[in-house]
């Protein structure tokens, strides 16, 4: 066998090519061993994740219970503040008004009277 360059350059290519086919075949296991790391911390995730959801929603579900509740809570508070309202409102028309005409009345009477005394110490 004769070694011409076309000889040389087929024995090139074909190590060329079988060192191209180790060097993907050690790739491909290397992936291989990344991605079966890969499932086997998805698969621990998600057996950790669905338990703490399920709390999440429980606690989210929790809070809007009690969210109703300081919602009555408020609607509780703005009646009485209604009827609280209402009742200043009664009480200020039954004690005010009299206390208004009393005291009408009294200036009424402590004008008369300065009236009346000074009109005597003028006849005086």
Do not use: C
Not at 11 to 23: D, S, T, W
Not at 25 to 30: E, M
Not at 49 to 78: A, H, M
């Amino acid at each position: 066998m004769e070694w011409d360059a076309g000889a040389i350059m087929k024995i090139a290519i074909g190590i060329f090519f079988f060192l191209v086919a180790i060097g993907l075949t050690y790739a491909l296991f290397r992936l291989a061993g990344f991605l079966e790391q890969l499932t086997t911390m998805l698969h621990d995730v998600n057996q950790e994740v669905v338990p703490i959801l399920t709390r999440v929603q429980t606690t989210v579900d929790e809070v809007n219970s009690e969210l109703g509740k300081v919602d009555e809570i408020t609607g509780s508070v703005v009646a009485v503040t209604d009827r609280i309202e209402t009742t200043a409102a009664a009480i200020q028309s039954a004690i005010g008004t009299p206390v208004k005409k009393m005291a009408a009345f009294s200036a009424g009477v402590t004008e008369a009277v300065s009236t009346f005394i000074s009109q005597r110490r003028k006849e005086a």
